[in-house]
């Protein structure tokens, strides 16, 4: 069965360094979205992506953030500086269409020092 | 963003049925009503949705009250692989993101 996948499972980083969150989405879905999870915190919507644009976005996902969708698979989350408030799960969905349901990856559990 | 209200914890026996109920009395004529779980240290994912109708698939089935201010997911058989957080979430026709709340924290025993 197709899954998305993310990598690295795990990021250490130091704050005010740039991270990069990598996720491949399923192979024929359109919709891309960012999540995070602060341990023991409800999951918190971040960003959605879709025909290669920004669609929607929290205010979580401030100038510190950004996405990309490089090369037509990886689907990217860029931290530009990060701060000790970014330790959290980061988790990657997509879906197929616009009324299917979202497929999460396993996540990546950046830890910020 | 209509809000769902879910009890934080529920325990069921492996083998029994396990109901577990989510109030959404401010649902709007055009949200459909999502569940998704979260299995301990992973990703959340989905279970099932529906509008209006019962519906029933190979997870779960979900019963939705006639005015649909309420519904409920039905484990017809739950096995300690079903511990994990349920989460209920509106979602409009047009609207992408899910809108996560605390959803119920569901314990098995064997």
Redesign the interface.
């Known amino acids: 069965e197709p899954e998305v996948t993310q990598t690295p499972s795990h990021q250490v980083t130091q704050m005010g360094q740039e991270v990069i969150l990598r996720c491949v989405p399923i192979s024929n879905h359109l919709y891309f979205y960012w999540y995070r999870q602060i341990l023991g915190q409800k999951v918190e919507f971040l960003v959605s992506f879709y025909n290669n644009e920004i669609s929607e976005k929290s205010e979580i996902f401030d100038d510190q953030f950004s996405v990309e969708r490089p090369d037509g698979s990886n689907f990217t989350l860029k931290i530009r500086s990060t701060k000790l408030e970014d330790s959290a799960m980061y988790f990657c969905a997509s879906r197929e269409g616009e009324f299917s349901e979202q497929y999460f990856g396993p996540g990546t559990r950046l830890t910020v020092t | 963003d209509a809000k769902t209200t879910q009890p934080n914890s529920m325990e069921s026996n492996e083998e029994e049925p396990v109901h577990l109920p989510c109030n959404h009395s401010t649902i709007s004529g055009t949200d459909y009503i999502?569940w998704?779980r979260?299995l301990p240290s992973?990703?959340?994912?989905?279970v099932i949705?529906g509008l209006t109708s019962n519906v029933n698939n190979r997870m779960a089935s979900l019963a939705i009250a006639e005015d649909r201010k309420s519904s409920t997911l039905i484990l017809h058989r739950a096995t300690l692989r079903d511990a994990a957080v349920y989460?209920c979430i509106l979602k409009g026709?047009?609207q992408?993101?899910?809108?996560?709340?605390?959803g119920t924290k569901l314990s098995v025993k064997p």
Do not use: A, C, T, V
């Open positions: 999502h998704y979260q992973q990703g959340p994912e989905y949705h989460y026709r047009s992408g993101n899910l809108i996560f709340g605390k």
